[in-house]
Nanobody, 128 residues
């Protein structure tokens, strides 16, 4: 059973950066697609970005494209969401998720149903 733990959340000023690591235990992330989602109060969970198991096809929601970057640190069994130029509308709980081995690629990774394992989430609050 893969367990995912997000960290790095907190309070940031608009325009600042935050780095959210998602560390896995009980299994490897190296053969899985990994996605990031977020949920703001009173809103539905939304897709932020994902990378497929080969890191060939990394996709982002339009709202974060050009500001957020997903990278894999294989040696640490960790996937990182680097968030730059933060905006107040980025305020949400951020979740990482891992799919079944091989799993989705590209636009298929937008769907939460493609992921088997989820972290507990980390709060990001951006003040304007």
């Amino acid at each position: 059973q893969v367990q995912l733990v997000e960290s790095g959340g907190g309070l940031a000023q608009a325009g600042a950066s935050l780095r959210l690591p998602c560390e896995a235990s009980g299994g490897t992330l190296s053969s899985s697609a990994v996605g990031w989602f977020r949920q703001a109060p009173g809103q539905e969970r939304e897709f932020v970005g994902s990378t497929d198991w080969r890191d060939v096809n990394t996709v982002y929601a339009a709202s974060v494209k050009g500001r957020f970057t997903i990278s894999r640190e294989a040696a640490k069994n960790t996937v990182v969401l680097q968030m730059n130029s933060l905006k107040s509308e980025d305020t949400a709980v951020y979740y990482c998720a891992a799919g079944a081995p091989l799993g989705c690629s590209g636009s298929r990774c937008y769907a939460a149903t493609e992921y088997r394992y989820w972290g507990q989430g980390t709060q990001v609050t951006v003040s304007s």
